[in-house]
């Protein structure tokens, strides 16, 4: 069993597999997601497991250079874009429409549900490169 690190398997692969420049979305329980986009479903309850987890668990694991989140956060989710810019000090944070960020979703290697329940708590991950 593994020690330390991604535990979800689904995860775990996607992770592995992503490529400098790939995207993942992590998102709320409304986001609507593409077909023929992977979907890894988290979501228990309203609220279970939080984006702000779930965000947290997958930035440990994974090497990210910049995030994609909706201009929307900023007037309906002050809380959650205060956690994007604190948590990711070192990354570029591009703010697109709402729609604009769903249709982007079509290219993700994968879509992580969370159980959140906060109007735009969704966010597009892009993977950097770890040489080291």
């Not at 329980?29 to 609220?47: N, S």
């Not at 290697?109 to 906060?118: L, N, P, Y």
Request: charged share 25%; glycine share 6%; hydrophobic share 40%.
């Amino acid at each position: 069993m593994k020690k330390q690190g991604m535990l979800n398997s689904h995860i775990a692969k996607v992770l592995a597999d992503l490529g400098h420049t790939d995207q993942i979305v992590v998102c709320d329980v409304g986001l609507p997601i593409p077909p023929g986009v992977e979907k890894i479903d988290l979501a228990l309850t309203y609220g279970t497991p939080s984006f702000m987890d779930v965000v947290e668990a997958i930035a440990d694991d994974m090497v990210v250079e910049k995030i994609i989140i909706a201009k929307e956060m900023k007037s309906e989710n002050r809380e959650t874009l205060q956690y994007i810019h604190e948590r990711f000090l070192d990354c570029e944070v591009e703010a697109w429409s709402h729609e604009q960020l769903k249709s982007l979703t079509q290219q993700a290697k994968a879509v992580i549900r969370t159980g959140e329940a906060k109007p735009y708590a969704n966010c597009i991950l892009q993977a950097g490169v770890h040489f080291g």
